[in-house]
């Protein structure tokens, strides 16, 4: 079955960027109706979503990260990424990447994000 | 913050029904997905749409929904669904804007 695995540096220094990326086995990112997505959680916080990319390019971004966050596809290489810039201590939390079934095997009408990588910390510390 | 509000905390009696709620505009026009999310682990989806539960999720928990709350429901709770409950929906707006909820804590007594 699909599985989602984050990889990148657990430590960023402030005002520097973060760079995380998604590896996808088991199933192509190009198949199916799916978005990919990016999720972080503070420590002892909620959810708050950042953004998720379609196969093709196309991508959406929570507005309270004031355009700092780039998510990007490679195909060939069957993963997607994450930059954040100019990153603070605000930035520090445990970050996911999950799959949004809505449009594909979950026809659901609302985002359903079914399968999630097991998730990476990463701390904004100098 | 949020637009969409959940209860911080909520606690059930072992074997009794609890009822967890999110309450939103965006609910009026669009279903919630409900993910349970235990200490140390990532989320895992429980219940989405009208009537959705995925693959190898007990059928005690069901969703229902009403104006702008949306309920995830769990029958006879046991001591394993002791964990943090989200909710999350579409912004709104109806822009591709994804919203979650702020956890609920359950409780299992």
């Known amino acids: 079955q699909v599985q989602l695995r984050e990889s990148g540096p657990g430590l960023v220094k402030p005002s520097q960027t973060l760079s995380l990326t998604c590896t996808v086995s088991?199933?192509?990112?190009?198949?199916?109706?799916?978005?990919w997505t990016w999720v972080r959680q503070p420590p002892g916080k909620g959810l708050e979503w950042i953004g998720y990319?379609?196969?093709?390019?196309?991508?959406y971004y929570n507005p309270s990260l004031k355009s700092r966050a780039t998510i990007s596809v490679d195909t060939s290489k069957n993963h997607f990424s994450l930059r954040l810039n100019s990153v603070t201590a605000a930035d520090t939390a445990l970050y996911y990447c999950?799959?949004?079934?809505?449009?594909?095997?979950?026809?659901?009408?609302?985002?359903?994000?079914?399968?999630w990588g097991q998730g990476t910390v990463v701390t904004v510390s100098s | 913050s949020s637009e969409l509000t959940q209860d911080p905390a909520v606690s059930v009696a072992l074997g009794q029904t609890v009822r967890i709620t999110c309450q939103g505009d965006?609910?009026?026009?669009?279903?919630a997905s409900w993910y349970q999310q235990k200490p140390g682990q990532a989320p895992i989806l429980v219940f989405y749409?009208?009537?959705n539960r995925p693959s190898g999720i007990p059928d005690r928990f069901s969703g229902s929904s009403s104006g702008n709350t949306a309920s995830l429901t769990i029958t006879g709770a046991q001591a394993e669904d002791e964990a943090d409950y989200y909710c999350?929906?579409?912004?709104?707006?109806?822009?591709?804007?994804?919203?979650f909820g702020g956890g609920t804590k359950l409780t299992v007594l």
């Open positions: 999350n929906s579409r912004d709104s707006s109806g822009d591709h804007l994804v919203e």
């Open positions: 088991g199933g192509s990112i190009s198949s199916g109706d799916f978005y």
């Open positions: 965006s609910l009026r026009n669009f279903y």
């Open positions: 999950a799959r949004d079934c809505s449009g594909g095997s979950c026809h659901s009408s609302t985002y359903t994000f079914d399968i």
């Open positions: 990319i379609y196969h093709s390019g196309n991508t």
């Open positions: 749409g009208e009537n």
